[in-house]
């Protein structure tokens, strides 16, 4: 049973940072990605990162300003948050894909999700 833990959300104001972490079961040399969830919204891909953690891929939205990595040894991926907008406000959810590479910013049936910590950035 693959399980997915984040952790590292909370209340930020615009311009501060948070670090989110993602730990999982059998995480190790499998791709990981985040996506997060605003009120109202849809699901908004947020970074990717292959398994070996060589590559990294950011949406639009947030490069430049969140950046995911990983430590195989702690089974856990993180996203570092900088520069933190009222509109990054939302529930952020990782994601443990089945394949060793990322391959898009979409869903796969056979992704592993935790159940989200929640990021609000407001004065």
């Known amino acids: 049973q693959v399980q997915v833990v984040e952790s590292g959300g909370g209340l930020a104001q615009p311009g501060g940072s948070l670090t989110l972490s993602c730990i999982g079961s059998?995480?190790?040399?499998?791709?990981v990605s985040w996506a997060r969830k605003a009120p109202g919204k849809g699901l908004e891909w947020v970074a990717g990162?292959?398994?070996?953690?060589?590559?990294?891929f950011h949406k639009d939205a947030v490069r430049g300003r969140f950046t995911i990595s990983r430590d195989n040894g702690k089974n856990t991926v993180y996203l570092q948050m900088n520069d933190l907008r009222p509109e990054d406000t939302a529930l952020y959810y990782c994601a443990k894909s089945d394949y060793s590479d990322f391959l898009s910013f979409s869903a796969d049936p056979r992704d592993y999700w935790g159940q989200g910590t929640q990021v609000t950035v407001s004065p």
């Open positions: 990162i292959h398994g070996d953690g060589i590559k990294t």
């Open positions: 059998g995480f190790t040399g499998y791709a």
